[in-house]
């Protein structure tokens, strides 16, 4: 077998950050029309001053990640529903959608050409795909721009928390993440630009994220700026908040799955009030990113929720959820049909 040659980097060390890769994808929307798409070696993008996205936001983005598995292939995880999230993203925002074939052929063709930024199997680091769509012609009332751009870069990746599996602290946050008929269920830029501020105030307190409550009556969980919650009950079921502002995580609907398909465990969507969490004997945040991230303690103005899993170490179903599902993302252990696409 030819072993491939990878990049000159320290992978066991690669923060959550940008890193420059060889090639990207790129399609332009004109007339009508998507383009066939081509791979491009320009990072940077030339825009008009008065581009759709600049002026009113009209962006939406994916994340999603390559990983070489145990033995030694390149696979994404799930990219149809990426796709398929993204296509209700771009409705929402009034712009063209990019079909399912080509967005999943797209993220192939990028992957590939930069195999050798995928990072070797047991680092703990993975290759993060962006794909991204935006409006690039002038708009000068509010209306949709007429010309579109579809991009996607890709960037290895450390793990998304410093510290790796260490409980986070959460604070229960003052703002809201959405509004009650708004764009929370859709992976908007304006979303996360909007949750800047709230991030940095936690932050500055020393907090790892913010909970939001639901915007409308504020008494129930929703989730943080970019990761669904999972609650483990006493009695070891998998409960998950449900709401139609919330942003329908990925990594949240395959891990329900595994808890009631591989680990036998009971695991219901449901509405969360936050007055029940003081009842919950685990928690953990998931997202792409960081696949789940365990919750030691949740500030609330004053008042501490510390889950009984402690600060230390992930509670045991959360342990439990996390190295199944990563291992299935590994090649570790035997996935479910069509959750496992392979590049190479
Ligand atoms: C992207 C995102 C998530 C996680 O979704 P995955 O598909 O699991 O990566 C959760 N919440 C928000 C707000 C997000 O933007």
Redesign the pocket.
């Known amino acids: 077998m030819v072993t491939m040659e990878k990049a000159n980097i320290d992978w066991e060390n690669l923060g959550f950050g940008y890193y420059k890769t060889d090639k990207r994808y790129v399609s332009y929307y004109k007339d009508g029309n998507w383009d066939n798409g081509q791979l491009v070696e320009d990072e940077n993008i030339v825009l008009n001053e008065s581009a759709g996205v600049l002026q009113y936001a009209q962006t939406c983005f994916e ?2 990640k390559a990983y070489e598995t145990v033995d030694g292939k390149v696979v994404i995880f799930r990219p149809d ?2 796709a398929k ?1 993204m296509i209700d993203s771009a409705k929402r925002l009034e712009m063209p959608t990019v079909s399912e074939e080509k967005f999943i052929d797209a993220v192939k063709q990028v992957v590939k050409a930069n195999l050798k930024f995928v990072p070797p199997y047991g680092t703990g680091a993975s290759l993060y795909i962006r794909p991204y769509l935006f409006g690039s012609s002038p708009v000068m009332g509010v209306k949709p721009a007429k010309d579109y751009i579809f991009r996607i870069f890709v960037s290895p990746v450390g793990p998304y928390f410093k510290g790796g599996s260490k409980p986070i602290t959460l604070k229960v946050s003052d703002f809201d ?1 959405a509004a009650p008929n708004g764009t ?1 269920n859709v ?1 908007a830029g304006l ?2 630009a909007m949750s800047l501020h709230a991030v940095t105030t936690a932050h500055n307190e020393g907090f790892a994220e913010n909970l939001y409550l639901d915007p409308k009556t504020r008494t129930k969980v929703e ?6 919650f999972l609650f483990i009950t006493k009695d070891n079921k998998v409960v998950t908040p449900k709401s139609s502002s ?7 609907r ?1 891990l329900m799955y595994v808890a009631k398909e591989y680990l036998g465990l009971e695991a219901e969507e449901r509405e969360i009030y936050f007055d029940e969490l003081k009842d919950f004997s685990e928690c953990g945040l ?4 960081a696949v789940i991230s365990p919750v030691g303690k949740i500030f609330d103005h004053g008042k501490e929720i510390c889950f009984p899993s402690g600060m230390d170490a992930p509670g045991p179903v959360t342990k439990k959820l996390y190295e199944t599902l990563t291992g299935i993302q590994y090649g570790l252990i035997k996935a479910p049909d069509g959750w496992i696409e392979e590049i190479k």
């Open positions: 994340g999603m529903m990426n999230r993440r929370g992976k979303n996360y989730e943080t700026g970019g990761a669904n919330i942003l329908p995580s990925i990594t949240r395959s998931c997202g792409t990113a």
